[in-house]
C-alpha cells in the first residue's frame, strides 16, 4: 500500500483495508478519512468498515466522499477543513487511487497556503495537482515574492507563533496605522501549554491548533517563507525564497529549535516502541495511549540540559502519568523514573518541597545530573550519562515507555547570525529586551538569552514592554518599559491539583493572586481550575489578539534609580 505524503499530518493512499490498520497505527496515523463512496467497485470494504477497524484501533476517522471524475464542491471542501481541524494527525486520506483525497486536501489549503506551494507539495509526493490551479489562484493566499509593497516594513516580525502575534497585536492596537510585516512559513498555530494535557487525556488535540491564517492580524502583512539570514548591519533580512526585505525594527520571534538528532536513536523509533513526547503535537496522543495501556513494567521520563521551553513540562509529565495509574491501581506495578539533566528538580527552591512530596508519593526515582545519550527503540533500551566517582559513566536502562524532552538550541539563522550571543539566543538587554548592539532589534519569548523562563507567561508579559518599546524607538525617544523578567510554569502535580510557579529574575517570587487565595507553594485546585478553562481562553482570545489584561508594561526606571 503506497503512502505518499503531503505535509507532515496528512498523506494520501489508495484503497485501504481493515486488515491494513493496525500497521496503519504502527506507522504513525492518528487517524483515518475516506474520500471514496460505497459500492464504487465489487469487494471495496465500505467507509463503516473502515471506521470500525479504525476506531478499534484507537484512531479517529471521517468520511468524506467525492465522486469519481468530479471536483469537490465548496460545502465539501469546507467539510474537510473542518475534519483536518478536528482529527489528530498525522491523517491519512484515501480513495481509489488516492488522487481525489489529495485534491480534496489541496483546495482545503487554499486561503492559507500559496498556489505553488500546494502544487509543489503535490508535486514532491508524485501527484499532479496542477489542474487545480486556476481554482486555487481564486482563494488561495498569495506566496511571498519581491513586490516593491512587501520590501520594507517599519516593524519586521520574524515568527508567527505566541511570540510574533501577540507582539504584534500589541503594536497595532497602540498604532493600527504600522506598517507591520510577520514572517512565517506554518500554516498552523498551536497552543503548546496543552499539549501536556493532551499528554493526560484531559484535552483533545484539535483544541489546540488553529489555521494562522486566522490569528494573524488583520493590518500586518503575512510573508509565508522562513528567514535564511539576519542582516543587521544593513537593517535587512533574506527569506528562504531569495525575498530581501528591509526594516525600521525588526523583532525576533522565532522560538527555540528542538533538536531531536541530538540523541542518536532517538528520532526513527518517536512514535513507536513505547518512544513519547509530549513536545511534539502529533505525538502528545500517543502518551495518553501509553499510560492507559501499560500494566506493568518500567516507565522512564527524562529532561535534558536547560535552557528548554516550559522547564516543568517534563515533570508534569511524570506526575500526571502517575497519577493516572494510582487512579486505576497500576502504579504499584509501574517501577517510574525521572532522569533530569539539571542538578535539582526545579530551578526555584522554594516550589521544591510541593513536587518532592510528590515524588515521594508516586514513588518516583529520581535521577538528578542523569542526560539521556541514546535510544534503541526495538530494544527498549535507554543510555544515560551520569556522573561517577571517577568522572562520567554510562548507565543502560530498560524501559517500556520513555517519555523523551529532547536538547533544545536557537533557530540555525539565529544562532550563525550576528544577533546571537555565545549561547547562540539573541543577545538582549534582559530588562528592556533591546538588543545589545542594534538598537533597532528587539526579541522576546523562547529566543531571547536571558535567565527568564521560556512560557507562554513570560511571552504574554514581554509582548507589551516590546511593543511600547519600539514604537518609542520609532518616534525616536527613549525606552520606556522593562520587563521584571516575570515567568510562570503551572505544575500539574495530579489530575485536578496544580502548583502554580511564579517568579521573575533570580528566583524571586511574583505571584499574581495573594497568597489567602492561591498559595503557589501548594497544590491547588483553583490552580488547576485556571490552567483548565481560563488560561486557553486568555491565550487564543487575549494575548494573541492584543488584549493586555494584568500584564501592563513597567516604566523603565531612569539609570541608578531603584
Known amino acids: 500500500m503506497p503512502v505518499r505524503r503531503l505535509s507532515e499530518t496528512y498523506a494520501v493512499s489508495p484503497q485501504i483495508t481493515p486488515e491494513e490498520i493496525p500497521q496503519l497505527k504502527k506507522d504513525g496515523f492518528h487517524s483515518i478519512l475516506c474520500v471514496r463512496p460505497d459500492g464504487e467497485?465489487?469487494?471495496?470494504?465500505?467507509?463503516?468498515?473502515?471506521?470500525?477497524?479504525?476506531?478499534?484501533?484507537?484512531?479517529?476517522?471521517?468520511?468524506?466522499?467525492?465522486?469519481?471524475?468530479?471536483?469537490?464542491?465548496?460545502?465539501?471542501?469546507?467539510?474537510?477543513?473542518?475534519?483536518?481541524?478536528?482529527?489528530?494527525?498525522?491523517?491519512?486520506?484515501?480513495?481509489?487511487?488516492?488522487?481525489?483525497?489529495?485534491?480534496?486536501?489541496?483546495?482545503?489549503?487554499?486561503?492559507?497556503?500559496?498556489?505553488?506551494?500546494i502544487i509543489e507539495a503535490g508535486s514532491r509526493a508524485g501527484i499532479d495537482l496542477g489542474g487545480l490551479r486556476r481554482r486555487l489562484d481564486a482563494t488561495s493566499a498569495p506566496a511571498v515574492s519581491p513586490r516593491s509593497d512587501a520590501s520594507h516594513f517599519q516593524v519586521l516580525v520574524v515568527g508567527g507563533g505566541a511570540g510574533g502575534i501577540s507582539v504584534a497585536s500589541s503594536l497595532l492596537k497602540r498604532n493600527g496605522n504600522l506598517s507591520l510585516g510577520i514572517i512565517e512559513p506554518s500554516t498552523e498555530h498551536f497552543y503548546q501549554p496543552g499539549w501536556t494535557l493532551v499528554g493526560a487525556g484531559v484535552f483533545q488535540a484539535a483544541r489546540m491548533r488553529r489555521q494562522e491564517v486566522d490569528l494573524m492580524p488583520k493590518q500586518a502583512v503575512w510573508l509565508r517563507s522562513a528567514v535564511r539570514t539576519f542582516r543587521p548591519e544593513a537593517r535587512e533580512v533574506l527569506l528562504a525564497d531569495g525575498t530581501v526585505v528591509s526594516y525600521d525594527v525588526l523583532i525576533v520571534a522565532t522560538g527555540i529549535a528542538l533538536d531531536w538528532d541530538a540523541i542518536p536513536g532517538l528520532k526513527e523509533t518517536l512514535g513507536k516502541n513505547g518512544v513519547t513526547s509530549n513536545y511534539r503535537f502529533d505525538l502528545a496522543p500517543y502518551t495518553w495511549q501509553l499510560v492507559q495501556q501499560l500494566q506493568g513494567g518500567t516507565a522512564i521520563f527524562t529532561q535534558p540540559p536547560m535552557p528548554i521551553k516550559c522547564a516543568g513540562a517534563p515533570q508534569k509529565a511524570v506526575y500526571l502519568s502517575c497519577d493516572e495509574w494510582?487512579?486505576?491501581?497500576?502504579?504499584?506495578?509501574?517501577?517510574?523514573?525521572?532522569?533530569?539533566?539539571?542538578?535539582?528538580?526545579?530551578?526555584?527552591?522554594?516550589?521544591?518541597?510541593?513536587?518532592?512530596?510528590?515524588?515521594?508519593?508516586?514513588?518516583?526515582?529520581?535521577?538528578?545530573?542523569?542526560?539521556?545519550?541514546?535510544?534503541?527503540?526495538?530494544?527498549r533500551t535507554a543510555v544515560f550519562e551520569r556522573k561517577g566517582d571517577n568522572g562520567p559513566i554510562q548507565?543502560?536502562?530498560?524501559?517500556?515507555?520513555?517519555?523523551?524532552?529532547?536538547?533544545?538550541?536557537?533557530?540555525?539563522?539565529?544562532?550563525?547570525?550576528?544577533?546571537?550571543?555565545?549561547?547562540?539566543?539573541?543577545?538582549?538587554?534582559?530588562?528592556?529586551?533591546?538588543?545589545?548592539?542594534?538598537?533597532?532589534?528587539?526579541?522576546?519569548?523562547?529566543?531571547?538569552?536571558?535567565?527568564?523562563?521560556?512560557t507562554a507567561a513570560a511571552v504574554r508579559v514581554q509582548a507589551p514592554v516590546v511593543a511600547t518599546n519600539v514604537l518609542a524607538v520609532l518616534r525616536h525617544q527613549g525606552l520606556v518599559s522593562s520587563y521584571d523578567g516575570y515567568g510562570a510554569c503551572p505544575l500539574t502535580v495530579e489530575n485536578g491539583r496544580i502548583v502554580?510557579?511564579?517568579?521573575?529574575?533570580?528566583?524571586?517570587?511574583?505571584?499574581?493572586?495573594?497568597?489567602?487565595?492561591?498559595?503557589?507553594?501548594?497544590?491547588?485546585r483553583l490552580a488547576w481550575w485556571l490552567k483548565k478553562y481560563v488560561m486557553p481562553v486568555l491565550y487564543w482570545d487575549g494575548m494573541l489578539k492584543g488584549h493586555e489584561l494584568m500584564v501592563a508594561p513597567r516604566p523603565l526606571k531612569p539609570e541608578g534609580k531603584n
Request: proline share 7%; with cysteine; aromatic share 6%.
Open 500 to 524: 502554580l510557579a511564579e517568579f521573575s529574575y533570580d528566583g524571586k517570587l511574583a505571584p499574581t493572586l495573594p497568597t489567602w487565595l492561591l498559595n503557589g507553594r501548594r497544590p491547588t
Open 41 to 117: 467497485s465489487p469487494g471495496q470494504p465500505t467507509a463503516q468498515d473502515i471506521a470500525d477497524a479504525a476506531r478499534a484501533e484507537g484512531l479517529g476517522f471521517a468520511s468524506i466522499p467525492v465522486v469519481a471524475g468530479t471536483l469537490p464542491d465548496a460545502e465539501t471542501v469546507q467539510a474537510m477543513r473542518k475534519a483536518l481541524g478536528t482529527l489528530t494527525g498525522p491523517v491519512l486520506g484515501y480513495c481509489r487511487s488516492g488522487t481525489r483525497a489529495a485534491q480534496l486536501w489541496a483546495l482545503a489549503q487554499a486561503g492559507t497556503r500559496g498556489t505553488g506551494d
Open 326 to 379: 494510582r487512579r486505576r491501581g497500576m502504579l504499584k506495578n509501574i517501577s517510574v523514573e525521572f532522569d533530569t539533566a539539571t542538578p535539582g528538580l526545579f530551578g526555584v527552591k522554594e516550589f521544591v518541597p510541593a513536587l518532592m512530596e510528590y515524588v515521594h508519593r508516586y514513588a518516583v526515582d529520581l535521577q538528578l545530573n542523569s542526560k539521556l545519550v541514546s535510544v534503541d527503540g526495538p530494544n
Open 395 to 454: 548507565v543502560e536502562r530498560q524501559f517500556d515507555m520513555l517519555h523523551v524532552v529532547p536538547p533544545q538550541v536557537a533557530p540555525k539563522a539565529v544562532r550563525e547570525s550576528a544577533l546571537a550571543g555565545a549561547s547562540g539566543f539573541v543577545e538582549v538587554n534582559p530588562s528592556t529586551l533591546q538588543h545589545v548592539r542594534f538598537p533597532e532589534v528587539f526579541a522576546l519569548g523562547d529566543v531571547i538569552a536571558t535567565s527568564s523562563a521560556k
